[in-house]
């Protein structure tokens, strides 16, 4: 693995991390002003994590046909 490679790798996940933080910490601050402490943290938190999953799938180059194959965009 190159440079480059090495810093795009770690700057998907870096903000996966940061996507799934975000959501997560809005989740548990509404908890706390609403007074549902699980709920809205398991909520924001999965809503974070599908996000997330999106962002890496878009920025990788995998594109997902209707029939469910996956086929690697190779001009990437």
């Not at 090495?6 to 959501?23: D, E, N, P, W, Y």
């Not at 996000?51 to 469910?68: A, D, E, F, P």
Request: aromatic fraction near 12%; avoid cysteine.
């Amino acid at each position: 693995m190159n440079k480059k490679d090495f810093a795009v790798s770690t700057r998907l996940g870096l903000q996966f991390a940061l996507i799934l933080a975000i959501f997560t910490g809005a989740g548990f601050w509404l908890d706390k002003k609403l007074g549902t402490l699980p709920l809205m943290l398991a909520v924001l938190g999965a809503a974070g994590f599908a996000t997330g999953m999106y962002y890496l799938i878009k920025k990788s180059g995998v594109k997902i046909s209707k029939r469910g194959t996956d086929d690697y965009d190779k001009s990437r």
